[in-house]
């Protein structure tokens, strides 16, 4: 298989000083002089915050962490000086953001403003192409992965050593964490951040700075052994991931990691008082699992708040400081946390996990499993789709699609290696997770650990044989230049005994035909990154070289089609960056169709959606149906799940002829 990638060497910048932005510094949130905004929550609720205001204070006079986690629309509503000021008083011991959090930062730190206009700049392909962010961010980080230094600490001292680029250095919120003496870490997801479109990315030095910030924030939950609390605000995925993936490192070195809080803020109508069944969206919510489902295995305290930020945040500031000045309390720095050595981890063999999924397990052809019961399949504009679907292979135009993690466990392999086989389907993109599942899946013929119990055992996700061979492989694929899919399938070649069940595997059926099979990661959530031999330089190069082999296939996307099934960041988020380097390259890319797969309950998606809707931050409404297809084309969104949905695209296809017949 030739494997076609994109250069970014042309890529055309300008700069940020010609931007028009949608955030200013000028308006930013003043805790001191602001009055706080109404909270409209319930009875039930206000007493669930005013119980976690006393474990916030109570957690810190005892001289435990509090951490907090937040996504980029933090700092993009202006509350950067409410969470310095936590800091300054010692509320906090830890900041942590996503890439997307550190470049608003880092932009009102040099520039004053940030957050440019998307919905135009996508259109002409200059979106995210900005001289200066890219530039100053990347040398940055290279600078700081080069000396063994994390990607927030990096950030920090590029600013330190250029005070004359950043006249707004006491507004931006990682130095002065940093400056306050308290880590600020990031967690990135290679491919969907702007500055991974400059000409001069490097993403070894990425995957190496944002590993070594993994690390940090491991050791700082190592801190909750014996209480303490977690706060996430607007992560819907990473934040509670990578908290997760420490917990559950921690816990299997053997610390008791009791009398744990964690709390999340959102606007998403998810609430605790209910657990939801495996067909609703709402059980697929990352914070609600992972800070109610799992922490509650091990006997910690989960809440979920609703909310803007401009208001949680105000709420939470004061009364946290109402509660000390009655108490005459002033919190003492936190004592540096010992780095957890890797020595302390055991390892599990594989053959001792429950699984969810086994191969005898996978729906077979036609089996009419669900197919029924998804109601859609019948509607107007499904058949719209397809017949787009079937004039874009006509044509013998690409198809490109993407797949979350819940889409092996689903049990749907075969439908899409039918897809693959007739022709369907011209490029395969995987997040880490779904990749992982696949691999395990040829090896073991299982896969998706059934993880009841497993957090408490310190087992969950600590299994010995898929990371070794996971890792040995990337190692292997490293040293010969290729990226994370191929890597994947130079090991399977080296090593064809270990993978019995390569045939039932998506990876094996796309290594059989040749067609890209690209894998693109976020440092630090996925349950592999959780073994002592993960390397997350060599995992940050070969998603990297992955993401330019995806921008050569959506640069040919004209008249074509993109499919994203159930990942509601990495796809849609890789789709955009990777659009707007094919346009800005000078690729004709307007009339494309694309569609979002998933049962999040849309409704009418047409709609004109405000900061205040919670759909507005649904990323595939913006960045499949809406962004790509301004010029042309169409996008749309099917709800169902994966094994109604897919079993139904390959019954309308399974009778048409594609091009390879």
Request: hydrophobic share 40%; glycine share 10%.
């Amino acid at each position: 298989m030739e494997e076609r990638r994109l250069s970014f060497a042309n890529v055309t910048t300008n700069s940020v000083y010609q931007r028009t932005n949608l955030v200013t510094i000028k308006n930013m949130a003043n805790p001191y002089a602001d009055s706080v905004p109404e909270w409209q929550i319930s009875k039930r609720m206000q007493g669930q915050f005013d119980e976690l205001i006393e474990r916030i204070v109570s957690a810190r006079a005892s001289g435990q962490p509090v951490i907090w986690s937040m996504g980029a629309h933090v700092i993009k509503n202006g509350l950067s000086r409410y969470i310095i000021e936590m800091v300054r008083h010692g509320m906090l011991t830890h900041v942590s953001g996503n890439g997307a959090t550190s470049i608003h930062d880092f932009e009102l730190a040099f520039l004053g403003e940030t957050s440019e206009d998307v919905a135009r700049s996508i259109e002409d392909g200059s979106f995210g192409m900005w001289e200066e962010t890219g530039r100053y961010m990347n040398e940055a980080i290279q600078q700081g992965a080069s000396s063994g230094i994390g990607y927030g600490e990096s950030l920090y001292r590029y600013l330190a050593q250029h005070p004359e680029h950043f006249p707004h250095f006491d507004d931006c919120l990682f130095a002065q964490c940093q400056l306050l003496g308290i880590p600020y870490t990031c967690h990135i997801s290679i491919g969907t951040d702007i500055i991974h479109q400059h000409p001069i990315v490097d993403f070894e030095a990425l995957g190496r700075a944002s590993g070594i910030d993994f690390r940090t924030m491991r050791d700082s939950v190592a801190g909750l052994a014996h209480g303490g609390v977690f706060l996430n605000f607007g992560s819907a995925i990473s934040g509670p991931e990578v908290f997760l993936k420490a917990l559950s490192i921690c816990r299997n070195a053997g610390l008791k990691m009791e009398g744990i809080t964690a709390a999340n803020f959102d606007i998403l109508p998810v609430y605790a008082d209910r657990r939801p069944t495996e067909e609703e969206p709402e059980f697929y919510y990352r914070p609600r699992r992972n800070f109610m489902d799992r922490l509650g295995q091990i006997g910690g305290q989960g809440y979920l708040f609703h909310g803007l930020h401009q208001i949680t945040i105000p709420h939470l500031f004061h009364g946290v400081m109402k509660r000390m000045k009655e108490r005459g309390l002033a919190f003492s720095p936190l004592a540096r946390i010992a780095t957890l050595a890797p020595e302390r981890l055991k390892l599990h063999p594989v053959q001792e996990r429950v699984n969810r999924l086994r191969v005898e397990e996978l729906a077979e052809l036609d089996s009419g499993k669900n197919l029924a019961s998804w109601p859609i399949a019948g509607e107007e504009s499904f058949h719209d789709f397809i017949g787009r679907w079937t004039e874009a292979r006509a044509r013998k135009c690409g198809v490109l699609v993407s797949l979350g993690g819940n889409v092996i466990p689903s049990g749907v392999n075969r439908y899409l290696i039918e897809l693959l086989e007739k022709g369907w389907i011209t490029h395969l993109a995987v997040n880490g997770a779904c990749a992982f599942q696949d691999f395990e899946l040829a090896a073991y013929g299982a896969t998706e650990e059934a993880d009841e119990g497993e957090l408490a055992a310190g087992r969950l996700g600590m299994w010995r044989e898929p990371g070794q061979h996971l890792h040995e492989a990337l190692r292997l694929g490293h040293a010969q230049g290729i990226g994370y899919g191929r890597s994947l399938m130079a090991y399977v070649r080296l090593h064809p005994e270990l993978f019995p069940y390569l045939d039932v595997s998506l990876l094996g059926s796309c290594m059989k035909l040749g067609i890209p099979y690209t894998v693109h990661i976020t440092i630090g959530t996925d349950a592999v990154q959780q073994h002592p031999a993960s390397d997350f330089a060599i995992q940050g190069k070969a998603s990297g070289l992955d993401f330019q082999s995806y921008s050569y296939a959506v640069s040919q996307l004209e008249n074509g089609v993109f499919a994203n099934f159930g990942s509601t960041v990495t796809g849609p988020e890789v789709f955009l960056k990777a659009l707007s380097i094919s346009r800005n390259l000078g690729y004709p890319l307007e009339k494309i169709t694309t569609a979002n797969f998933d049962i999040v309950k849309l409704g009418d998606y047409q709609r004109k959606v405000g900061y205040e809707d919670w759909d507005y931050y649904y990323r595939p409404r913006k960045n499949i149906i809406h962004r790509p297809t301004s010029l042309g084309g169409k996008g749309f969104h099917f709800e169902g799940l994966h094994q109604a949905t897919i079993p139904a695209i390959w019954r309308e296809l399974a009778g048409r002829l594609t091009d390879k017949e």
